[in-house]
């Protein structure tokens, strides 16, 4: 879920960033948290809400005990951007792209995916081969931004690879070598740091380009300065390792695997369709409303609230009559505390335009499984998030708006495969919402 449902996810998110460890495990490093601003409406590390922490390990009931809360004041909603904007004046705002850089892709993309790597990291190199897959699948839509930050002091020949790389630029073979590079990592990663060069010049003929003139280019003092600078404009950043990535000026702490990244292609993407109101109020708070929440593996029936969240039920309405759950994830499912869907994108972090302040109400609880409740955008307000509990979570009671309850199908959310995005090893695929359709209750 999100910002206080989630520890993001952002995103080992929605989604971290790991160290030198990560290297083996395929997920990218930080960039110091003193350099990161976790609120996405300043300049935000895409996060959620759920916090991890307050997960029970079982379906037992949380010990926690209920907490007193007053009810909230009117729901309010506005329109809100999808994805946040960048702060083009914040530190953590990479350099803008030159015509130094090495780029590839659409020439005006929807997204323009911006990262530091070193040639001689393992999930640097699962990171790009996983980069150009995307872009090959949104054709159009995506543009990439290659730029070397080595690491000599951890990574010797990191230094000497970015200036081979630069060099063959200057023949026309910059991508050919690296492709070289990150394909054939493990071959010359173990040469001691003498025997690369010559190693890499016996390579090159065959692209190519001669020793003579790759010698004559690697000593030429401005195919040098050219990673030098590189780093030096990267400096205010503060990167500590690598990968670090950012989409569109935004950076994201994910892993690096492709089921990882596809989500958040998809929830930046969501911009282009977002809806520019707020969805008209349709709903009688004085009339009985149930959804059914059609799934792979069955039937998941809710009463819904509408005379304690009004606005809630109304966006929930809205948004399952207009299509938006319709074949959707359930992109997580944590037996023994919540199972999370309403995110087209399957990122945790998508949102149709427009959120709404909480409606919490004291005769609302989490005091029992089949809660069905909203989870919050990272800037804290509600919209199309949705979760159902599977057992009383006391400890959630007051922050989160409660809008129904589920009357039938708990044995289907039981068989629902579990599935967590920011701890599982190995990502499965999501299972599905085929629709969720509205009737009234006489």
Excluded at 180 to 187: D, M
Aim: glycine letters at 4%; proline letters at 9%; one cysteine or more.
């Amino acid at each position: 879920m999100r910002s206080t449902l989630k520890t993001t996810l952002v995103l080992c998110f929605i989604l971290s960033f790991f160290l030198s460890a990560c290297a083996n495990s395929g997920a990218p490093a930080p960039i110091p948290a003193a350099t990161t601003v976790p609120n996405p409406t300043h300049e935000p590390d895409i996060a959620a809400d759920l916090t991890a922490t307050i997960a029970p390990t079982s379906a037992e009931p949380a010990s926690t005990p209920a907490v007193e809360f007053t009810s909230s004041p009117p729901a309010e909603c506005r329109v809100v951007p999808v994805v946040p904007q960048a702060d083009p004046q914040a530190e953590t705002q990479p350099p803008a792209e030159t015509a130094a850089d090495h780029s590839y892709g659409a020439e005006n993309p929807a997204i323009t995916i911006l990262s530091y790597c070193t040639y001689q990291n393992p999930a640097c190199r699962t990171l790009v081969q996983n980069l150009f897959a995307l872009e090959e699948k949104y054709p159009g839509q995506i543009r990439l931004v290659l730029r070397q930050y080595p690491q000599p002091e951890v990574e010797d020949k990191s230094l000497l690879a970015a200036y081979a790389a630069e060099a063959a630029a200057e023949s026309n073979r910059f991508w050919q070598v690296n492709d070289l590079l990150y394909q054939r990592q493990a071959e010359w990663t173990s040469l001691k740091t003498d025997e690369f060069l010559p190693w890499l010049a016996e390579e090159l003929v065959l692209l190519g380009i001669s020793k003579e003139q790759f010698e004559a280019n690697l000593n030429t003092p401005y195919i040098q300065e050219r990673v030098v600078n590189a780093m030096r404009d990267a400096e205010p950043l503060m990167i500590s390792s690598t990968p670090v990535l950012f989409f569109n000026g935004i950076v994201v702490k994910t892993r690096v695997n492709i089921e990882s990244l596809e989500p958040l292609v998809a929830y930046f993407l969501m911009q282009e369709t977002a809806q520019t109101t707020c969805p008209e109020f349709t709903i009688d708070p004085q009339k009985q409303y149930q959804a059914t929440i059609k799934t792979e593996k069955g039937d998941i029936v809710v009463e819904l609230f509408a005379d304690k969240a009004p606005l809630a039920v109304n966006s929930f309405v809205h948004l399952a009559q207009t299509g938006w759950f319709d074949n959707t994830p359930i992109y997580k499912v944590i037996p023994g505390f919540i199972a999370e869907g309403g995110d087209p994108s399957g990122s945790g972090l998508g949102g149709p335009g427009y959120g709404f302040t909480d409606e919490v109400d004291p005769s609302l609880r989490f005091d029992r499984a089949g809660v069905l409740a909203l989870d919050h955008l990272s800037n804290g307000l509600n919209a199309a998030l949705f979760f159902i509990t599977y057992a009383p979570m006391p400890n959630l009671d007051g922050s989160f708006t409660i809008f129904g309850q589920v009357i039938e199908g708990m044995d289907v959310l039981n068989t629902l495969r579990p599935r967590n995005p920011e701890s599982d090893a190995i990502i499965l695929p999501a299972e599905t919402i085929i629709t969720v359709t509205i009737k009234e209750v006489d």
